[in-house]
């Protein structure tokens, strides 16, 4: 099981994503991953989040907002920040940051959501009809 938060500032109307730069692909990744030992998506949601980009989010800011089936189960959710400044990456993720494998977060307006390679590309056109 997997769980990605899609974190949304209403005030640029962008979304914080993370720009992958990989072994020569350039795509975009709603920030998450994967579950540890018996955690709900929830919990999985909150720490992976809180690990790759130092956000600490509550429970009760997390809106579910759908499952995408995939090779692993996917939980997307929804939360609002007021930041706008975009984070630096952290944990395991600036561990294995180099030139071949890059973590960029960055916001990406609403509007432009289907004009880059986000990854599954299914779920820009999902995204914008939910926000």
């Not at 949304?8 to 979304?15: Q, V």
């Not at 992976?48 to 995408?68: G, R, T, V």
């Not at 916001?107 to 999902?126: E, F, G, H, R, Y």
Request: hydrophobic fraction near 40%; aromatic fraction near 8%; charge should be negative.
């Amino acid at each position: 099981m997997r769980a990605r938060v899609i974190l949304y500032n209403s005030e640029n109307d962008a979304i914080l994503l993370i720009h992958r730069l990989k072994n020569g692909r350039d795509y975009w990744v709603i920030p998450g991953g994967g579950a540890k030992g018996n955690e709900t998506p929830v919990e999985t949601a909150i720490r992976e989040i809180d690990e790759e980009l130092s956000i600490q989010l509550k429970p009760a800011a997390l809106n579910q907002l759908f499952e995408y089936k995939s090779q692993e189960n996917e939980h997307f959710f929804y939360a609002e920040i007021s930041f706008i400044a975009a984070p630096e990456i952290s944990g395991e993720e600036k561990e294995r940051s180099n030139n071949a494998n890059v973590y960029q977060p960055d916001w990406v307006s609403v509007k432009d959501l289907t004009q880059i390679n986000l990854m599954p590309p299914k779920i820009a056109c999902k995204i914008i009809n939910l926000i």
